[in-house]
């Protein structure tokens, strides 16, 4: 990133010229930064806008300020020509199609908080935008602020006397996806006081098939799902989903932790919120940490219905 035009570049780097005026987000975790930020009005271009809720984006969309590119493998260049941004972030290991956008000729910047194993490594791309954009200032006074109330809970999370143990996922199309003990989801319930029911250090986990999940955690003391359930999820949806789910711990003794992802802005807000999501595990595994007021944001244990 360069503010003088005399900067020289070494070979094999691209000079971009900042402030950024236009971009185009191709994940909700960068619209996350944007948005954190207050700078909407640098977004010129989006791509899904499945379980979109921030309000301010939809006006924009409906109004022409933000357009709406494609999806990832079928972006219209035409239209992301038309936006004319600066430079446009990606996600590299995703579905792609940045071959086509290539030959726009705008820059295209790697855009890795997906990739981060720490919740608030992801946070902290805050940072690498606001650079962009001429807020270096508000994006490190906002993760200070993050960093400072995640390790405050974090600490208090560390000196119970009992964790809980916790596992992830539900069964899909026949298997059932477990990300790994490395995985940013493992470290929160660890942060949070609980033990993840697998324990290696890989961060993408596998797929796996039923028999092989329950003996992981057919004793876990509590299953945290997320979904995009249409209507109102309930243990009779989760059984009739999969009839073997009723043989789980958490399933009997009513543990699940959920979030719907149709009814909350989860992926739009949890990456730059990881203090608020550790916090939402942690009145759950120890309520007594947490005001007896707090009123999740995210997660909340199923109701017993």
Known sequence: LVRCMDVKVPN????????????ICMTSLQLSNFTVLDAHDVVRGITSTKNLFDEDIRQRIEDGRVTKIGMEGEFDTELIMAINPDVIFISPSKRGGYDAIKETGVTLVPHLGYKECDPLGQAEWIKFIGMFIGKEALANELFDDIEERYNDLRSKAQHVTTRPTVFSGEMHYGLWHAVGGGNYLAQIFRDAGADYVINDDEPDGENLEFEKAYSLAAEADYWRILNSYRGKFTYDALKASEPRNELFKAFR??????CNMKQTAYYENSPVMPDVLLKDFVAIFHPELVEQDYVPTFYKLLNNE
């Open 253 to 258: 003794e009513r543990k699940v932790i959920y």
């Open 12 to 23: 094999g780097y691209v000079k971009i010229q900042v402030p950024i005026e236009r971009t």
